[in-house]
């Protein structure tokens, strides 16, 4: 099987003074994520490694830099899915976790559950050799400001500098035929404590299965889990015969990105709002679809280089 990988960094309204950090941390989490599975490395390593990268960067919504929530304290929701096994670890409302995708991976490996939650899941990481950190070294004083300026006024994407969203995931398939996905947020900015979005659901945010293809979606948490937007996805890839019509739209495109787009215009007519996805399908062919102004979001091309985008 010929590898595949593809990244996002969130769909937003990435400014244009954003626009170069997205594309130098999608080129980073592109390099270690294609390291792994071009020596013939393992898809779980690969998303794991780009998802790491994406994490560390402050650039993104996830991990480090993530948005703060009402109380003005960061939490965070990851997930890994692996697409032959259909085996799910997922991680929600973590606070003192440097890496949740690391988590999440702990959970799906050594786990008899899928999701673990709160002080529950920080509880598993201490017993599974993750060590835990101070909340405090997940914030950054952009977010501080931007949750300062949210409470003197009302939550506003200006208040942001761009910086409104920027969920992570990522899609690989590995040399063997596996196929992973994976997705990390820090969740939307001022969100009710203990509020969940779609990242860490099974399903809305994320979903693998190598007979179909794997997703990691983005955007407005709340109408994509109305929609179960990456089941959805890999639903149609399933079952094409569904797409003619969606295909007489996207013209001669891919049935891959004929699904991306399916999905999007979905969640505007169906729930009104907005996001993205990034998806692989079986064979690997990539596809990302969004309606929000950009996405950040990166993939290999057949012959090796990397496609970046905006
Ligand atoms: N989907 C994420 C959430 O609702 C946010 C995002 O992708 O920007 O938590």
Request: overall charge negative.
């Amino acid at each position: 099987m010929k590898p595949s990988l593809i990244i996002h960094g969130g769909a937003w309204s990435i400014t244009d003074e954003a626009v170069g950090d997205c594309r130098e941390g999608i080129h980073q989490a592109l390099e270690a994520g294609w390291k792994i599975l071009s020596g013939g490395g393992a898809a779980t390593d690969a998303v794991e490694a780009a998802i790491v990268l994406l994490e560390d960067d402050p650039t993104f919504d996830a991990g480090i830099g993530s948005h703060l929530n009402r109380d003005g304290q960061v939490q965070l929701d990851a997930i890994l899915m692996d697409g032959g096994s259909l085996k799910a670890g997922s991680v929600a409302a973590v606070e003192h976790v440097r890496n949740p995708i690391r988590l999440a991976r702990r959970i799906l490996e050594k786990s008899e559950h899928i999701m673990l939650v709160g002080p529950g899941a920080e509880k598993f990481a201490a017993e599974n050799g993750i060590p835990l950190c101070a909340a405090e070294e997940l914030m950054i004083d952009r977010e501080r400001q931007a949750w300062r300026r949210c409470l003197e006024d009302s939550h506003a994407a200006e208040h942001h500098l761009g910086h409104e969203s920027g969920t992570v995931g990522a899609v690989a398939l590995d040399a063997k035929g596996n196929l992973v996905a994976g997705t990390s947020t820090g969740g939307t900015c001022c969100k009710f404590p203990g509020r969940v979005g779609d990242s860490p659901l099974i399903g809305c945010g994320c979903y693998a299965d190598v007979e179909a293809g794997g997703v990691s979606c983005t955007g407005h948490g709340e109408g994509i889990m109305r929609i179960v937007m990456a089941k959805m996805a890999v639903d149609l890839l399933h079952d094409q015969r569904v797409l003619v019509p969606h295909r007489e739209k996207a013209g001669s495109g891919s049935i891959a990105q004929a699904v991306a787009d399916a999905c999007v215009r979905k969640l505007a007519h169906r729930v009104h709002t907005t996001g993205g996805l990034i998806l692989l399908d079986r064979e690997g062919l990539p596809a990302a679809a969004f309606n929000t102004p950009r996405m950040a979001y990166g993939y290999v091309e057949t012959n090796g280089s990397f496609k970046i985008a905006p």
